[in-house]
């Protein structure tokens, strides 16, 4: 895995949606993170220091995985960037159902249930 500054990530990133365009995916997790090990994190604690939370941030498209780590002070930035990012490459997503199609879904449905249970009432 290799860990990157935001503003490469972010040009990595765009790079494996491009890859990615005609055939595959890109899983990305968000996790929040300290960077130091538990006993360091305990250490800091007992000695009253505050602990300074951090955002991981990884990405993968199954052959490469990048990361990087966002602090609180570049996170605004970090997030409206990823924002557009996400909403320019997220072009084969299936378009919702409207409403009036999934109306006459549901009441399909529901004229189906009545004939049922009718049946079952007249079979008793």
């Not at 997790?29 to 007992?46: C, F, G, I, P």
């Not at 966002?70 to 924002?83: E, L, N, T, W």
Request: hydrophobic share 30%; net charge positive.
């Amino acid at each position: 895995m290799v860990r990157l500054q935001p503003d490469p990530f972010l040009n990595e990133l765009t790079s494996m949606f491009e890859r990615t365009t005609e055939k595959g995916s890109v899983w990305v997790t968000l996790k929040h993170s300290s960077d130091k090990s538990k006993l360091q994190r305990n250490k800091m604690k007992t000695a009253g220091e505050k602990i300074e939370l951090r955002c991981l941030i990884r990405a993968t498209d199954g052959k490469k995985t990048i990361s990087t780590m966002v602090g609180a002070k570049d996170h605004q930035r970090f997030q409206s960037s990823y924002a557009t990012i996400l909403k320019t490459r997220m072009t084969a997503l299936k378009k919702r159902e409207r409403k009036e199609k999934r109306k006459a879904a549901d009441s399909d449905k529901k004229q189906g249930s009545k004939k049922r249970s009718s049946a079952a009432k007249i079979s008793k």
